[in-house]
């Protein structure tokens, strides 16, 4: 991926070619890069040495124009015996081969040959269908779905359509449906994908070359073959690859531009990189692994790149978010805090419109905002327009037209791509917030920029839009409009009673059968407080409102007084107190007891033996989905085996809020719960 | 997050499952691999790991810890003496960086391998304000076959302290020749004007200028020439119409530190004394580094009297 891999493929070749050597196999792409508006790279891979040769042309039936030789540059799997000028793909160095499993190797797969065929003078804003080969031998496209289209000249009236997406490269199938929405969605709004922005996390779990196959180059590539994929490195990537050294799968996938070749200054690196389309600016910062502080070389490059760039749009995206509280929290983790405070002064100084991150498994998207480095995060003097954003709404997002400083920008976290999405909390400076797998679309034209989230049902989840014309002066709300900071929202809570008051009720809970004044907050001698419930000649059936979930993981600290022989259970999936599951904790019989009760009746589901002491603190945790149960339970001083069990359920308990149960005459303290909600 | 003050063992299907599951944060995943080096012992590998995360929300002393008992597991693994290394230098624990940082150079013989643990090392001599020292281990870092920029631009600071300007200017141009960065190209611009060059500087400087839409930098390290040659009407121009520019790109609730350090250094060189210390101090307190801020102090020192009273904008 530098200039260092530029070598003579006619003289490599032939060091490596046996005389036995038989075509090789299409291992992955062919897929773009590093398009402009006179050049493209196509880059594919052979298992098994072959002759690269690309062929393009205006027509699948004519594709009269060739790239081989010198201008294919070629790099291969350590294993393959060739000169030493030829650059290798990724190998695992050997000191870090025991710390791995044996099954995760992160290296190229054996025999592996990559070209990189870089394609010149092409004519801006066309198309153009292409072909590769084994010297004559086809391995993918002369078709009509083999094509790329050369840029529009930087500078040209702005018309373009980009995909955003991040957190993706799962592999699994949520990844799969967000991939067709956005297609199907292009297909019935008959503009297709000109760019394609990946904010990282596109190879889970380590980013190895295999996953980097499975979970990004193969689910995507139908949309790859056409379009360039514009990366930024995420943390998954970044357990393999190395932003500092360059080396990498992640550096091995991409070919970015590090000496300005598509636009901006030059880097000197595929850490981070800028590139103009039309009146596009965009820059990628590398948030993971390099020197995030002010005075670092990206830092300085982002300043001198931002002092030339002049465009009529500032687009910057990277993994980590500066605002967030989806599966990460802006406000605590260092990377993230650090892009915010560190990197939006330069960025907002310098007029950017529009900021893409993902890392947080969520879609979050600003109201019109400046100057929000605080720490932590606050709406307070720093929006500028609290409105939707909608033309046909509260009205488009206002800023002068061309790049003017600290005019507002929007931020979006587009981390739901596939992986698991969650919330902790509600970032106050945020228009929508939205638990659901998806992706973004942007449609640029002239001055207006329209962000569509798709879900991966197809459906639009939020839009908003930007109007840069004419000169306007923003003013700061002094009170703006806040998302509502509501728990029922949240998928992951963590429920304790340090800040209320012993002696009274806990809020937010709900006898539904039983004593219903039998819960109280009492303080322990260490100060720290505990919710403590009685029942009466009733069993009592307690639940927490907000905990409502049909597929959830539900947590407790759970104290059985010295007294109580007759123990306590956990109780979800209720319908009415004759109707219900439960997983109880029997000291009695010395088990632990899953059952569904069905009219009144139980059903014991499994039973697994279990010592359950009194007066110490257990840990107590149960997993619900929709076809098994999984339990973890042991003491605080471990003086009794753990217990860990899975149980199949025929059928699914109904979706309802999540609580405890104790029988008749017993007691119980809670220290904790803990709430994850994976119905989502 | 308080947690009952005990763990449990968690399956290997919690723990292989953690990073593509929905709750990857931070406290997820140390919770999870705590549960895991419970399960089954520590390992080097899951203490390492779980210190990456400590890291993540700067717990550094914790992130100390997890390295030290992964060195207890393995004493020759380059992540955690790297770790251990970096989390002593911020801690300011720098003799005992040192000591690791130089454990870390013995692991290899090969530049590759030892170039990230000279870095480490020069950062706590950088720290110590052992010029000579820091210069040698950039060195020694910058025989990598890929060295970070980072390093090219940690060696110029070294020969900046040094006063060793001419051997900055050469440092900097193998640098730019060995990587395209605009940063080290700019960085050997400066080292030319410190280094009185200013013919090669003032041409580089033009070019910059017409390529520019923000040009306050670049005014000011015109303003810098013109103060050495005490064309000082220049100086005043170039330094009023760069803080002209830096003033509409300051938002005064939110400023950008670096542009606060850029007005200071303008109305130094404009004869405004008390305003440009009470930028720098400003740029300081918003987390510019000391050796990053502009020279105010000198500049005021040595900026001539303005013949024409003080500057009027």
Redesign the interface.
Known sequence: MTNLRLFSLALALATILPAWASAGSLARGPYLQQATSNSIVVVWRTKGVSTPVLRYGNSPDALTEEVSGDSVILRVSADINAATNIPRLYKEPADEIDQREADHDPSTAANTYQFEAQVSGLQPDSKYYYAIYDNNQPLAGGDENHYFVSHPRIGSSTDMRLWVVGDSGTGEIEQAMVHDAMRAYVSRTGRSVDHYIHVGDMAYSDGTDREFQDNFFAPYQTTLRNTVCWPAMGNHEGHTSRGISGIGPYYDAYVVPTRAEAGGVASGTEAYYSFDIEEVHFTCLDSHDLDRSPDAAMAQWLRADLEQANAKWLVAFWHHPPYTKGSHDSDREQQLAEMRENFMPILESSGVDLTLTGHSHIYERSMLMDGAYDTPTTAKGVILDDGDGRIGGDGAYRKSKGLRPHEGSVSIVSGHGGAGISRQGTMPVMREIIIEHGSVILDIEGDTLTGTMLNKQGQIRDVFNIVKRGRVRPVRIKNPWQPIHDISLLTELLLEFNDVAPGSAPEGWRVVSGNPSSLAVTAEPNGENLLRAEANAEPLLAQYAQFDSSAFEFETGIRLPPENEKGAGLLFGYRDPRNFGRIYLDPAASVIRVSRFVDGSENIITEEAAQIPSGLWLKFEIQVTDVDIEVQFQDEAEQTREIEFTIGIDSPFPKSPIGFYLPPDSSAEFLYFEFQDNDR | ???????????AVLAAA?????????DHVIEALTERIQAQGP???LL?SRAYEH????NWNAVLADFGAALDLDS???AALSGYTEASLQLGALPQAESMARRGLELDEDALGQS?FYALLARVFAEQQRWSDAREAWRGALR?P?P???WF?GEAECLDHLDRHRERVEALLLATER????????AWIHALVDAGDFETASQEIENGLS?????S?WLLLRARIYAQRQLYTQQWADAADALTEIR????V???????VAEAAQALAFLGKNDEALAYIKNARDL???E??LPEVTRIIESAPINPQGKYVE
Do not use: Y
């Open positions: 997050m308080k947690r009952c003050p005990f763990l449990i063992a968690a399956s953690l990073p593509a599951s929905g709750h990857e944060g931070p390992t080097a590998k390492i890291q993540s929300l700067g020759r693994s380059r990230p990598s890929r970070e920029i980072d631009l990587n395209p960065s605009v940063v080290l190209h700019r390529k520019s839409r923000w040009k930098s509409s790109r300051l938002s609730e939110h400023p950008d530190p670096h542009l987390g510019i580094s050796s990053h």
